[in-house]
């Protein structure tokens, strides 16, 4: 399960006996690598100890909706943007209930309505209750509404002993089918090759022209890629991040040197992402040597660098060209208007005007625009918007 590693799992438990198993189940997520954040209703709270899940979780437990202390650090709807994945277990009948009727009335379910993770739930409960049609009515409303994923019951002997479907899977069940989450293989058999972080444009041996770019999302691109089946090329330009499990890496530093490495890639390619913030421009004369500092000013004459992704596009065979549009104001309309003029199939806009999405932070919030549609995601992690953005290109190739 080694999928799990660095996974941000949000572990809901609510009230039902099958809340014990929960101790094993977070035991298991972390043992495997992943960060968990569990949070309980008052029902968990009677049949768990908020304390046991911290110890073992090494995170604290949420289980306020209006908690100041959370809401001063991690509040609830922090919660929800933090999220790679929700995952509630169990899930009993009345939680069951509630989310189906939308209802935000304790902190459990305002995660659920707030985030765009996946959702999965695991029904633990009598096998009266489950079979009863008001239940079963609720869980077919469920996945009308929304792409839930429902993981069992089990049969068996039931607490209250009886026998029947019912029973939450098992911690080890639940865990396994965790990491299968970040394991789809909708881009199987296709290569991606993926641009991030800065260029470097150099004015002379120690000095040069850069941007704010941090690469995390071309990064989080290449892992959510590399995950749905796809080999992955990144070309990254200097930052200071892993690489991805099973991702090839070339490192770079101009931007011509990010257009040449492109090119050598490009007759193996399906799909082409330019996530990187290339400089839109670079000194025409570099010096050999160091500039001393002997005036009050200096000129420096600008050259325009290569369009990369405009060069991609324009190959007599291009692949699936997708562009970031980066702005500060009509983030739409000149998003469009590079769709557009580039000639590509897809764009991911998104306003790197403020201060808490976009350069050098870990959350975003992305417009995805393309010829026939346009889809708005309000702010969650990088990879969450990635594996978006990933689901997005497979529909749109198939």
């Known amino acids: 399960m080694q999928r799990l590693t660095n996974k941000r799992i949000l572990l809901g438990i ?7 198993k929960t101790a094993e189940l977070v035991r298991a997520l972390v043992t495997n690598g992943a960060d968990v954040r569990v949070v309980m209703t008052d029902g968990a709270k009677e049949f768990i100890t908020p304390l046991t899940l911290q110890a073992l979780s090494g995170n604290p437990v ?56 996946p959702l999965a739930i695991a029904p633990a409960m009598n096998q009266a209750m489950w079979a009863d049609a008001s239940t079963q009515h609720n869980l077919q409303t469920l996945q009308d509404l929304k792409p839930i994923q429902i ?38 058999g296709k290569t991606i090759t993926i641009t991030a972080g800065p260029t470097r444009e150099a004015i002379d041996p120690v000095r040069y022209i850069s941007n704010h770019s941090s690469g995390k999302m071309g990064f989080a691109l290449a892992k959510a890629a590399q995950e749905a089946g796809a080999k992955v090329n ?22 011509q040197d ?41 000129q420096i004459r600008l050259v325009k660098n290569p369009d990369i992704i405009a060069t991609v596009a324009a190959q007599d065979n291009p692949p699936f060209c997708v562009g970031f549009a980066a702005e500060t104001q009509d983030v739409i309309s000149y998003a469009k208007g590079k769709l557009e003029k580039k000639k590509l199939n897809m764009v991911i806009a998104n306003d790197v005007s403020s201060q808490h999405i976009g350069f050098n932070t870990d959350d975003n919030a992305i417009i995805i625009i393309d010829h026939e549609s346009t889809t708005e995601y309000g702010q969650a992690s990088k990879y969450v918007l990635s594996q978006k953005i990933i689901e997005h ?4 190739l198939s």
């Open 14 to 20: 609510t009230g039902g006996i099958a809340a014990y």
């Open 151 to 188: 993981w069992g019951p089990d049969q068996g002997q039931q607490a209250c002993g009886d026998v029947g479907p019912g029973r939450m899977l098992e911690p080890t069940e639940l865990a396994r089918r965790l990491s299968e989450q970040f394991e789809r293989n909708i881009l199987s």
């Open 234 to 255: 990144l070309v990254a330009g200097p930052v200071h991040i892993p690489t991805p499990e099973r991702v090839h890496r070339t490192n770079i530093e101009s931007a």
């Open 393 to 396: 290109i497979a529909k749109k």
């Open 62 to 117: 949420h289980h306020s909706l209006l908690d100041p202390e959370a809401e001063a650090g991690m509040g609830h709807i922090e919660l929800a943007k933090w999220a790679d994945f929700i995952l509630i277990a169990p899930a009993s009948a009345n939680f069951i209930a509630r989310l189906t009727s939308g209802m935000g009335n304790d902190l459990l379910t305002t995660l659920c309505l707030a985030s765009i993770a």
């Open 258 to 298: 990010m257009l040449d490495t492109v090119l050598t890639l490009l007759p193996q390619t399906d799909i082409f992402i330019g996530a990187a913030a290339v400089a839109d421009y670079r000194p025409a004369d570099v010096c050999d040597q160091k500039i001393k500092k002997n005036q009050d000013e200096m």
